[in-house]
């Protein structure tokens, strides 16, 4: 069965210092995965997708993720984070099937600070 | 831009009450989902529909029902409130046909059972 694990669940950092928030996926199936971005008070917003092909995917607001298939891993990065990035951050792998439903993982609270 | 509006953004019931909760979306988007969403445990999927009047469980669809009755239209029904149910709720629609298609999410209703 597909799973997605986001280990941090809380990650501070210092304004314009960079920041990696981590996911590790597991998949029997073709694998497409995608990060999302929820701000307070509101829902979930795409940031990046990878389908296929490179291995680094760009995505809105400066950030972009790394898919590593041999380490079933697909971190967020971003070189210089702004207080406005702070957010709860969430994965999400493709499930088996014809469909597009998606598991997420459990979330990672990015907290910016002066 | 898709929009998918959920009718209230705050709503607070009695035990026992039957509630619904609205979804509209305005893209002739064929894929429509629910999600519950608590801290620590992520977005969970309680119902999945993929055409009018078609629907699947998800994951947790105990204590939940949905209708969907035309297109643009997904609603999810508390038969009997219960204070267990309190949590926020995410509908998110998508276009079908493939399963590389992001979901885009309304800005959520946060539910509240007495």
């Known amino acids: 069965a597909q799973s997605v694990t986001q280990l941090d669940s809380q990650v501070p950092v210092f304004e314009e210092a960079p920041v990696e928030l981590r996911c590790n996926y597991s998949?029997?199936?073709?694998?497409?995965l995608f990060w999302y971005v929820q701000y307070p008070n509101q829902g979930l917003q795409l940031l990046l997708k990878?389908?296929?092909?490179?291995?680094l995917v760009k995505g809105i607001n400066g950030f972009e993720a790394e898919f590593n298939k041999s380490q079933t891993s697909f971190h967020l990065r971003k070189p210089s984070v702004h207080i406005s990035d702070t957010a709860e951050y969430f994965c999400?792998?493709?499930?088996?099937?014809?469909?597009?439903?998606?598991?997420f993982g459990t979330g990672t609270l990015l907290a910016v600070q002066p | 831009d898709v929009k998918v509006t959920q009718s209230s953004r705050y709503l607070v019931k009695r035990t026992g009450e039957k509630v619904f909760l609205e979804c509209v979306q305005d893209?002739?988007?064929?894929?429509m989902f629910w999600y519950r969403q608590d801290p620590g445990l992520g977005l969970r999927l309680i119902y999945f529909?993929?055409?009018?009047?078609?629907?699947e469980k998800g994951d947790i669809p105990e204590g939940y029902s949905v209708s969907r009755e035309k297109k643009e239209r997904f609603s999810l029904i508390l038969e009997s409130a219960s204070t267990n149910q309190t949590s926020m709720y995410l509908c998110?629609?998508?276009?079908?046909?493939?399963?590389?298609?992001?979901?885009?999410f309304g800005d959520g209703t946060r539910l509240s059972i007495l």
């Open positions: 998110a629609s998508s276009p079908g046909g493939g399963r590389r298609q992001p979901q885009h």
């Open positions: 999400a792998v493709r499930r088996g099937g014809a469909t597009n439903k998606l598991i």
């Open positions: 893209m002739d988007h064929e894929n």
């Open positions: 529909s993929y055409d009018v009047k078609m629907k």
């Open positions: 998949s029997s199936v073709s694998v497409y």
């Open positions: 990878y389908l296929s092909g490179s291995t």
